[in-house]
């Protein structure tokens, strides 16, 4: 299975921050990235695709980089909405694996 | 619009068996798979594996294959995961998530997840 890791597991931030959530795979995915946003009692969200594509209706505020086995998610102006957690997924191959989430919380 | 409605909350004696329920609305049911994903404390997310609703066939994680039975009811639109033999575990939140008709991604919906708790 490929395994999927992210850094920091916490950032603490204050809103209008830029914020920049990393995660690394055990081997190459290509740009078969994934992001999402989880918040307690909510249905997650769907954020980015392939790396770098924002999914529709998704403020620009989010952006997604990377290939191989190094990418990133940067909030570059952080809002009130955006305190969730964040977990990066690889859909290159069986089984699906996520990374372990990052907390992004109010500092 | 697109939307995927869970079952409720459900408690578990060890050894039970659970039948979580997943209604889509919003798009044409047999067209996007169905995943489940699982979400327990202080751990991140799991993927439990798809359903296809066209073709009825299904793909598990190895360590969910003997255990997860994926089931479908087109006339309701209505996928099903059931897990048995549960064990402390395996408490955590089961979501449902569609396959994103846009080739290039994966999952784009999920549901608001259903809360199984283990316990003797």
């Known amino acids: 299975d490929i395994q999927m890791s992210q850094s920091p597991s916490t950032v603490s931030a204050s809103v209008g921050d830029k914020v920049t959530i990393t995660c690394r795979a055990s081997r190459s995915i290509g740009s078969w990235l994934a992001w999402y946003q989880l918040k307690p009692g909510k249905a997650p969200q769907f954020l980015i695709y392939q790396a770098s594509h924002l999914q529709s209706g998704v403020p620009s505020r989010f952006s997604g980089s990377g290939s191989g086995t190094e990418f990133t998610l940067t909030i570059s102006s952080l809002q009130p909405d955006d305190f969730a957690t964040y977990y990066c997924q690889q859909y290159n191959i069986d089984p699906r694996t996520f990374g372990q989430g990052t907390k992004v919380e109010i500092k | 619009q697109v939307q995927l409605v869970q079952s409720g909350a459900e408690v578990k004696k060890p050894g039970a068996s659970v039948k979580v329920s997943c209604k889509a609305y919003g798009y044409s049911f047999t067209n996007c798979d169905i995943n489940?994903?699982?979400?327990?404390?202080?751990?991140?997310l799991e993927w439990v594996g798809r359903l296809n609703p066209n073709a009825g066939h299904t793909d598990l994680t190895q360590k969910f294959q003997d255990r997860v039975t994926m089931t479908m009811d087109t006339s309701t639109s209505t996928a099903y995961m059931e897990l048995r033999s549960l064990r402390s575990e395996d408490t955590a939140v089961y979501y449902c998530a569609r396959g994103s008709p846009i080739v290039e991604a994966d999952v784009d919906y999920w549901g608001q997840g259903t809360p199984v708790t283990v316990s003797s």
């Open positions: 489940w994903v699982r979400l327990a404390a202080g751990q991140g």
